[in-house]
């Protein structure tokens, strides 16, 4: 295992790329008291790791995060699911890996996973992330999917807070939620907030309101304290301009910067987690299914992943790794570097 962790550190995407890796330095390996014996065919790497209870493996990650990454009074951490595109078994493209992410988004730190056997049981996955996780003290923010009394419940009893995206899957609240931000509809949009990136334009506005008018309507939501509205615009060269109204649920006190706050950052898992596993550590490519070799090879990523981004210095992703390939030294850095509370 460590050798495979060390080898998807420097960038291998597969078994052949991890026996390559332990082969192109076997002596630093042999000098730390690994491959006494010589380095094993791929087929026994891929044999070792697909048989290691993938449940135990991502409850160990889990602990391990949670000793060493200490909440921060109000910190977000975004929970999200992602399908491991190429996972399916060849005889059953049905069978594709779904996973859910817990991510703490001012460190950019994966704290935990779990597997679910498709995206509509995220609801019920959910749930078993966080009795993995510690999430006291933060907000935990999570899709219109996780939008759900249960879930709202065991943050709170957890000790944490929630921000939940509000849709029609919850419609008696969703229409309440709206109707209460009627006025704010109707209104100049001032305060907008307005950018332009890569030939589109985008502008947001975010309201909140005391959630109190509807606590008694709604009882089933614990410490339900705050109801938000995001209005967003988006006109982009050659397409027909956007606008869309996004609602939202907390137990936090939130005023609108608190809720843009939340709301933006929770798209820190798309962009700084799942992008980055996609683009830079090709997990969508990898073609990996048979037993359990999908789901620890996701999560050796993911510790990999940590362990980069603690690394101090600046480069990118790509070139931490290519260096790690090429430099055991490098490598060592960041084996020892550890990983520090925000």
């Not at 951490?77 to 005889?91: E, F, N, P, Q, V």
Request: glycine residues 6%.
């Amino acid at each position: 295992m460590f050798v495979s962790l060390c080898g998807i550190i420097a960038g291998a995407q597969g078994w052949s790329d991890i026996r390559d890796y332990a082969e192109g330095h076997l002596e630093w390996f042999q000098k730390h008291g690994f491959l006494v014996d010589g380095v094993p065919a791929d087929d026994t790497i891929a044999r070792t790791l697909s048989r290691i209870d993938p449940e135990q493996f991502q409850f160990c990650f889990a602990n391990w995060m949670r000793d060493i990454q200490k909440n921060t009074s109000g910190e977000l951490i975004a929970i999200d699911g992602k399908t491991l595109r190429s996972s399916y078994h060849r005889d059953d493209r049905s069978a594709t890996i779904h996973m859910v992410n817990a991510f703490a988004c001012a460190n950019k730190l994966v704290l935990g996973q779990i597997k679910t056997a498709d995206k509509s049981n995220e609801i019920t996955a959910i749930p078993e992330l966080l009795d993995m996780l510690d999430v006291s003290g933060a907000l935990v923010s999570i899709d219109a999917m996780g939008c759900q009394t249960d879930i709202a419940e065991k943050i709170i009893d957890k000790g944490g807070g929630y921000l939940l995206a509000l849709k029609a899957n919850q419609s008696t609240l969703f229409e309440a939620v709206k109707r209460a931000f009627k006025a704010q509809r109707q209104q100049p949009m001032d305060g907008i907030i307005i950018e332009q990136n890569k030939g589109r334009i985008e502008a947001r506005i975010y309201y909140t309101q005391d959630a109190s008018a509807l606590t008694e309507q709604f009882p089933q939501w614990s410490q339900l304290r705050t109801l938000g509205m995001s209005i967003g615009f988006r006109a982009t060269k050659g397409k027909e301009s956007e606008l869309s109204y996004r609602y939202h649920i907390s137990s936090a006190n939130l005023n609108e910067q608190q809720l843009a706050n939340g709301v933006r950052h929770h798209w820190q898992i798309e962009n700084s987690l799942h992008w980055v596993l996609d683009v830079s550590m090709n997990e969508d490519n990898c073609q990996i299914y048979q037993d359990n070799g999908a789901e620890n090879l996701a999560v050796l990523r993911q510790l990999a992943l940590n362990m980069l981004r603690q690394e101090p210095s600046k480069l990118s992703i790509p070139k931490k790794q290519k260096k790690a390939w090429m430099k055991t030294e490098y490598l060592e850095a960041i084996l020892t570097a550890g990983i520090t509370a925000g």
